[in-house]
């Protein structure tokens, strides 16, 4: 089958079946688009593949990647309690070695984390106060969370 004859057979029911694991329209619409865009990267394959193969490859992708962000947004509410159980715990100064979830992680972006989950401070705060553009700060946070994403034991 050809991605537009897969797209106009199955947008609607896998829309429906998006909707019922995000209970989001908004989720669901985007679950959706990467499936669809995960299909077009897998063409070749989908077009070999029959009616029945198509719509269960079509499923379980929109499965897997619903399945991954939950894990993912999962293991980012981790690192935010652990941050903010950290804090509450602490008297009025932070000692960022009781953070040692945050050990892989380089002392100057530990500092960025803090100030952006915990304290909530925008990038563009930290970036005013800490001399660096925005645009960095934004990029060492992305970085600084994978290192953490890299340790399982965070998860368990």
Not at 21 to 33: I, N
Not at 51 to 68: E, H, P
Not at 71 to 78: E, H, L, M, N, Q
Not at 102 to 111: A, S
Request: charged share 30%; with cysteine.
């Amino acid at each position: 089958m050809t991605l537009e004859d897969l797209y106009e057979e199955f947008e609607s029911r896998l829309r429906g079946y998006a909707f019922s694991l995000a209970h989001d329209s908004h989720a669901a619409a985007d679950l959706t688009q990467e499936t669809f865009l995960r299909a077009t990267t897998n063409a070749l394959l989908l077009e070999q593949l029959n009616k029945n193969q198509c719509r269960r490859w079509l499923y379980s992708t929109l499965k897997n990647i619903f399945v991954d962000q939950y894990r993912r947004g999962r293991r980012y509410d981790i690192i935010l309690e652990q941050m903010r159980a950290s804090i509450e715990d602490e008297s009025a100064t932070l000692n960022i070695e009781d953070l040692s979830f945050l050990d892989g992680v380089p002392e100057r972006d530990r500092d960025i984390l803090i100030q952006r989950f915990v304290h909530g401070s925008t990038s563009a705060e930290i970036a005013s106060d800490i001399g660096i553009p925005a645009a960095t700060v934004r990029s060492r946070i992305r970085i600084a969370l994978n290192r953490i994403r890299k340790h399982p034991e965070l998860y368990e």
